[in-house]
């Protein structure tokens, strides 16, 4: 697991600019190795429970009992290094991104290769990446937030969006519903939102441009297809991806490069007619989209 540069020696915690941070617990151990930081616990994650009369069931609830509380000893120890880092003191959001898009897709290779022990490793090290922004969130001024809060807004977030899973009973609803009732309290959030005063989110607004071509053109496309937009007004060259040396790609020299602008020109046409419609963009129809569409430019 990378986490950047092997850091230098680590400042007292009561050094100069030795930033304020909340309670910790006992971390066990952090190594480093060739420019590669690596955190990790001597606690053992095996158990050696007795078996239960009442059957394997209970054993396991028994062992589960019994287990030491990995994520809070992670965070304990997320706390620590982080003010006693002279590396990690230094990290922000932002420089820390880099990391997080790494582990996304080290991840996703661990998913293609199917080794569980890797798998787990992976989701360790987007871990460590939930902990560490959390962990600088709990030094902001003003509106500080900790890994707890993120733990909440998850949760709040649940409650709003698939209430069904808080009660006893849970779900009696298929996947399509399911799917259903989580687009309507998007909607009622959004609604809420413009209603305190908040400018309506537009089709396109709020994706995430820097992510891979493909990934973005899935994205945008999807957005569309929620919109209405109709078929007809989606471009061959965004649907259909010619990876070749010449042709589409000739001009960038790059199949990344080129189906990107593809994607971003059809979004600015996605704005423009958006602006143009007399109804908010989730109401409507087809025929509207397709009257305000740009005409395209002349030869």
Do not use: C
């Not at 850091?7 to 909340?22: I, Y």
């Not at 787990?120 to 809060?149: M, N, P, T, Y």
């Not at 496309?221 to 007004?233: K, M, N, Q, S, Y």
């Amino acid at each position: 697991m990378s986490s950047g540069p092997e850091p230098g020696p680590e400042p007292g915690p009561d050094g100069p600019g030795a930033p304020a941070h909340r309670a910790e617990g006992s971390a066990q151990s952090y190594s480093t190795d060739a420019g590669r930081t690596h955190f990790s616990t001597s606690a053992e994650s095996g158990l050696d429970a007795e078996a239960s009369p009442d059957g394997p069931a209970d054993a396991a609830n028994a062992a589960n009992a019994e287990r030491p509380d990995r994520l809070a000893e992670a965070v304990a120890l997320l706390t620590r290094i982080r003010r006693d880092g002279q590396w990690e003191a230094s990290q922000t959001h932002e420089s820390l991104l880099p990391y997080l898009i790494e582990e996304s897709w080290e991840l996703v290779d661990a998913v293609a290769d199917g080794d569980r022990d890797e798998l787990v490793s992976e989701l360790g090290d987007l871990l460590l990446q939930v902990l560490f922004h959390a962990a600088i969130g709990a030094e902001r001024s003003g509106d500080a937030f900790d890994v707890q809060d993120v733990a909440g807004a998850l949760l709040d977030k649940l409650r709003r969006r698939a209430p069904y899973w808080f009660t006893d009973a849970g779900p009696h609803t298929d996947a399509d519903e399911q799917d259903r009732l989580w687009q309507e309290a998007k909607d009622a959030e959004r609604r809420a939102a413009e209603a305190a005063g908040r400018p309506p989110r537009g089709v396109v607004d709020g994706i995430s441009w820097d992510q891979p071509a493909l990934a973005l053109g899935q994205k945008v496309l999807g957005r569309a297809r929620a919109a209405g937009i109709p078929d007809e007004l989606v471009p061959e060259e965004l649907r259909i991806v010619h990876v070749d040396p010449v042709g589409v790609f000739h001009g960038s020299g790059s199949a990344e490069v080129s189906y990107r602008q593809v994607v971003r020109e059809f979004a600015d046409l996605v704005r423009a007619a958006e602006s143009q419609l007399e109804v908010p963009a989730a109401e409507a129809t087809a025929a509207e989209w397709v009257a305000a569409w740009p005409a395209p430019p002349r030869a």
